[in-house]
T-cell receptor, first 114, second 108 residues
Framework: NAGVTQTPKFRILKIGQSMTLQCTQDMNHNYMYWYRQDPGMGLKLIYY???????DKGEVPNGYNVSRSTTEDFPLRLELAAPSQTSVYFC?????????????FGNGTRLTVT | KNQVEQSPQSLIILEGKNCTLQCNYTVSPFSNLRWYKQDTGRGPVSLTIMTFSENTKSNGRYTATLDADTKQSSLHITASQLSDSASYICVVSYALNFGKGTSLLVTP
C-alpha cells in the first residue's frame, strides 16, 4: 500500500524557472493538502482540495497554483520560482474532516531556488 | 490569532527514560487535537487524535492528555527507545494550526 507518493524527492531551480510537484494517493481520499515546512517553523497550508474539481487557498497561496482533475492526483505548480520558495513541501490526504480522520503525509519534496 | 505553542523546543533523554512534551493553544473554534511524529527526512505520521470530550488517549508507549479548559495538551513517552528520536508536532483543529514541534533525541 503506497499511501501518498510525492515526486521528485529533491529539486534545484533557478530563479524564474517553473516546475510541478507531483502528489498521488491510492487511498481514495477526498481531501488533499499541500504544505510547506521551513526550518524551525510549523507546517503552513498552501492549498487544499475537498474533491476532484474543487480547490481552495490556504494560509500561504501566493506564488503557487494547484489543480485536482482526479481523486488520486493533486499537483502543485510553481510558475516563477523565487528564493523565498526554498522549502520542504509536503502533500497530505485524509478521508474526511471528521474527528477520527488523520492526515496521511508523503515524504516530501526538498526544493532549493537559487 | 490562532496559535499553537510547543515546549520544550528540543529535548535530550537517555534510552529507557520517560519524557513529557507540552502543547498550549489558542485556537477557536476547537474541534480536535492531534499529535504527529516526524522522523528526519520523512512526512509526519499520526500518533493520537483527541476530541473535545476526550482527556486521554494512548497509542502503545505514547499517551496524550487534553485539558480543554486550560487549552493544554501533553504527550508522554514511556520507556523511551532510540527510535523515538524525532520531531513531535501538535496540530489543533484539523489541518491548519500546526505547532513548530519538539525535537527529541534519545541517546544510548
Amino acid at each position: 500500500n503506497a499511501g501518498v507518493t510525492q515526486t521528485p524527492k529533491f529539486r534545484i531551480l533557478k530563479i524564474g524557472q517553473s516546475m510541478t510537484l507531483q502528489c498521488t494517493q491510492d487511498m481514495n481520499h477526498n481531501y488533499m493538502y499541500w504544505y510547506r515546512q521551513d526550518p524551525g517553523m510549523g507546517l503552513k497550508l498552501i492549498y487544499y482540495s475537498v474533491g476532484a474539481g474543487i480547490t481552495d487557498k490556504g494560509e500561504v497561496p501566493n506564488g503557487y497554483n494547484v489543480s485536482r482533475s482526479t481523486t488520486e492526483d493533486f499537483p502543485l505548480r510553481l510558475e516563477l520560482a523565487a528564493p523565498s520558495q526554498t522549502s520542504v513541501y509536503f502533500c497530505a490526504s485524509s478521508y474526511s474532516e471528521q474527528e477520527n480522520s488523520p492526515l496521511h503525509f508523503g515524504n516530501g519534496t526538498r526544493l532549493t531556488v537559487t | 490569532k490562532n496559535q499553537v505553542e510547543q515546549s520544550p523546543q528540543s529535548l535530550i533523554i537517555l534510552e529507557g527514560k520517560n519524557c513529557t512534551l507540552q502543547c498550549n493553544y489558542t485556537v477557536s473554534p476547537f474541534s480536535n487535537l492531534r499529535w504527529y511524529k516526524q522522523d528526519t527526512g520523512r512526512g509526519p505520521v499520526s500518533l493520537t487524535i483527541m476530541t473535545f470530550s476526550e482527556n486521554t488517549k494512548s497509542n502503545g508507549r505514547y499517551t496524550a492528555t487534553l485539558d480543554a479548559d486550560t487549552k493544554q495538551s501533553s504527550l508522554h513517552i514511556t520507556a523511551s527507545q532510540l527510535s523515538d528520536s524525532a520531531s513531535y508536532i501538535c496540530v489543533v483543529s484539523y489541518a491548519l494550526n500546526f505547532g513548530k514541534g519538539t525535537s527529541l533525541l534519545v541517546t544510548p
